[in-house]
């Protein structure tokens, strides 16, 4: 079966102080349910981790008409839309659980490589027939985001130093991580928050005790933000569209 559907309850230790599901909660939802689907098909760390081989998230995009509270339960259906080149496309549909059954509150899009750990390069294998029959070509009314503008006028500037609780078994800063220190930058807009879109992409990895910057800036109802690597090259950026 192509499409796969994985259920998480909503945890105390999941939402915020809104009481509602934290973004980098969220995001590790999605990203266990594509873990979850490429275990499943064959082509997950159980396979490519002893070969020093692992998935690496290069973009998401997420699109929310509401965040679950506590106790609250969805639903992440997933499936690999298609593979072009050395980039795997993978989406989801996200549903409420209710009484009178699913209800869905959002949908996302994400783009994934396959990275060598040692050499840290990309590998490409996705035209080998493993890969090839999951591809189900069904996209989603979501546009898929490939480049967000650099941050020119900042409201706040802060750095910060990656830690080991920053990291994941990759030996980089955790791509829900970025999420969260987001937000400790500036989580203003989520105290009223209703619809929104969440792009967030990821150029460059950044590793431990790496010195970065990070800004934010706000536009009516674009929020940006940027993670800029010990160098000065850009590490991270994401925006949020209130709709």
């Not at 995009?61 to 992440?76: A, C, G, K, N, R």
């Not at 209710?98 to 959002?106: A, C, N, Y």
């Not at 990291?167 to 970025?178: A, E, V, W």
Request: aromatic share 12%; proline share 3%.
């Amino acid at each position: 079966m192509k499409h796969k559907e994985y259920t998480y309850p909503v945890r105390y230790y999941d939402v915020d102080v809104f009481f509602r599901l934290r973004l980098n909660m969220l995001e590790n939802f999605l990203l266990n349910a594509a873990g979850c689907a490429a275990n499943e098909d064959n082509i997950g760390l159980d396979v490519f981790y002893p070969q020093h081989i692992s998935w690496v998230l290069t973009h998401l995009s997420v699109q929310m008409s509401y965040l679950p509270t506590e106790h609250e339960t969805i639903i992440v259906e997933t499936w690999v839309e298609r593979n072009v080149h050395s980039f795997s496309f993978r989406n989801f549909r996200i549903f409420l659980q209710t009484p009178e059954g699913r209800r869905q509150i959002g949908q996302a899009n994400s783009t994934w490589v396959l990275m060598n750990l040692l050499e840290r390069k990309i590998v490409n294998i996705f035209n080998e027939e493993r890969f090839t029959q999951l591809q189900t070509f069904e996209s989603i009314d979501l546009q898929r985001t490939q480049k967000l503008p650099p941050i020119t006028q900042p409201q706040s500037t802060t750095n910060r130093t990656i830690r080991y609780s920053d990291l994941d078994y990759n030996g980089h800063c955790n791509s829900c991580k970025y999420t969260e220190i987001f937000l400790d930058a500036y989580s203003e807009w989520l105290k009223d928050v209703g619809e929104f879109r969440l792009d967030i992409i990821y150029p460059k990895e950044v590793k431990l005790e790496e010195q970065t910057t990070i800004l934010w800036e706000r536009n009516d109802s674009i929020i940006n933000y940027q993670m800029n690597a010990e160098n000065g090259q850009l590490a991270c950026n994401a925006r949020i569209t209130l709709l």
